[in-house]
């Protein structure tokens, strides 16, 4: 059987999905043959996908020369965040290309390559149906499983969708869209994730004001959104997050749960840490999460699940950035969201350009509370999402141009 450019991704990114499932299902420990039988899915995923990167890296050209160094940019830091990382190590091998938070999360940008050729929103359809389909086998069996972080991956795509637009699919496509809903918002509920409420409530938001606005408000209103993100961004990495957040909470009794984790952070960091990062396997020490385990083991002779107090990764996206790439790293990855998000927002002739603009910038906005990067489905779709608004063809496009070349 010939292998097509197109079957090799998506069988890169159904081994990714089968990967998800297995490892929260059987959730593996050390490097016994469960792990590795499991860890072939994932650098299944990750060979195949980045071959197909490095095979149609030409295809960069299709984007404004800016872009396209910024793109460069991100890549060249991301290996170099990896590199920062080397040893000698089996073990430190294991977890830097074995584990979805590390080495291969920071070359994600190559996948603009593959949203640069539009046809492959076919693909990601199909896998994102794939996914659901193994998630609503996998919610049959709630009641003997553990909800835990990894069940959220393979679900979350499903804001995806709701922004690109429920009306698009088939019917058979749009039952199982419910059916997710339902398990997304059940799981959400159980696992105590207001995040994933959050989310809901900013895609539907933007589904709200696109529909009742006119195109001259809506288009103030987001110019708004963005220059009022870029002011709490440099509120919190110049007055701090707390102040920000002493702001929110006289608008709305809001539990706190990240404040910690900035002033944290920047407190450890040395100034040329917090320019460069620590590399792909940096760590920092959490005050909070030792005192949390010694009250819980010591103080009410609990065992302890949560975090060890030496962590390698952190919840908020930007943070995560700072802590393995620096600021150098979370600007490159701002210039690239303002950057794809506006021009999809305001230059493009289509709905569907449009929406994965409203994607992009949601995206860019939680990266302030959660979505540290990982190699998972969302961050697939994020990284394709800038290729191809990005690509002035494509927003260029009117919507049954756009729809003649995806089958949704």
Known sequence: MYITKSRLLKWGLYSNAIYILLFFLLKPDGFGFQKIVISMFFLFSVFSIYFLCIKDGKQLNQISTGNRWVIYLLLIWGVIVIVKSFTLSLQDWITNFGNVYMGFAWLMPAMTILGLKIENWTVIFKSISFMFTLMIGAFLFLSVLTINDEWIWLLRPLVFVLIIGFNRFTLIKKIQILVIIVVYLVVSTIGERRMEYLWLIMVFGFLIMDRVM????????IKYIIAGFLLVLTLIFTLGYEYVWRIVTMFADIQDSRTFLFRELMSELNFSEKIFGRGSLGTYYSEYFEHTKWYVVDVLKKPWYGDSSTRITIEVGYLQMILKGGFIMMLLNLIILISS????????????????????LIFMILYLIELRPTFTPIFFILWMAIGTVLNKKYRLMDDEEINALIKF
């Open 341 to 360: 998000s506006y021009v999809a927002i305001f230059k493009s002739r289509n709905k569907f350009i449009k929406r994965l603009g409203y994607y992009i």
């Open 214 to 221: 006119s195109f001259r408000v809506r288009r103030t209103f």
